[in-house]
């Protein structure tokens, strides 16, 4: 990644009163992994986060199964969908995640770790409540260019570090790390080769 990136990102920290580290490393260039791996995975979490708003689960299985993507669940999210976990609630901050996925297919006009999550982020996908193919959401995507996609990430990961040192420091955050490393594991997910419950997201 570039200097002028980073200097960039850290410009946008200061602007929040946030901390700076000036030695933290520069991010590796960046390989966007296929739109349809990021389609289907962005298919699958909004089913999850679906049912931990409430949404049948059989409902969401018989849907991922019609779909043909049943398969992109990793094993937490099958547990969640069998019923067999028991918080399911917990899993309700993976909108930042899922809008996070929405912004790289070019399903969100506006994204960033400083942008509200849009009122009608879940119009944005198929209708599972009605059964509805995700055919037409798939024609639809129009994938973010990768230096784009690159700047967001590394925004996110000064912002992270950022926030983490004031909580380590016992100060409050201007922006919720819960929100900010949701959000960044999907953009180290869409960059990296890993599984979705392998990403890595230290600072």
């Keep these: 990644m570039s200097t002028d990136m980073r ?28 739109i349809e791996q990021i389609a289907n995975r962005t298919l699958a979490l909004s089913c999850v986060v679906a049912h931990s708003f409430g949404f049948d689960s059989r409902l969401a299985n018989e849907w991922l199964v019609r779909e043909g993507i ?48 849009p009122d009608d982020l ?27 996609v690159a700047s967001r990430l590394d925004e996110a990961f000064c912002l992270h570090w950022a926030a983490r040192q004031l909580l380590l420091n016992g100060q409050e955050s201007p922006l919720s790390e819960e929100v900010i490393r949701n959000r960044r594991y999907s953009l180290e997910w869409v960059t990296s080769e890993c599984g979705w419950d392998e990403v890595s997201i230290d600072t």
């Design 7 to 34: 200097q960039r990102s850290w410009q946008l920290v200061a602007s929040l009163g946030m901390p700076q580290n000036s030695s933290l490393p520069e991010l590796h260039p960046l390989k966007i992994r296929s």
């Design 70 to 117: 049943v398969s992109e669940l990793t094993e937490i999210e099958r547990r969640v969908l069998l019923g067999d976990y028991p918080d399911r609630s917990s899993l309700h901050q993976q909108v930042d995640s899922l809008f996070a996925l929405l912004w790289v297919l070019g399903m969100a006009s506006e994204f960033s770790c400083v942008a509200e999550v």
């Design 122 to 148: 879940v119009h944005r996908l198929p209708d599972i409540k009605r059964s509805e193919s995700s055919v037409s959401f798939k024609l639809s995507i129009q994938p973010i260019a990768e230096t784009i």
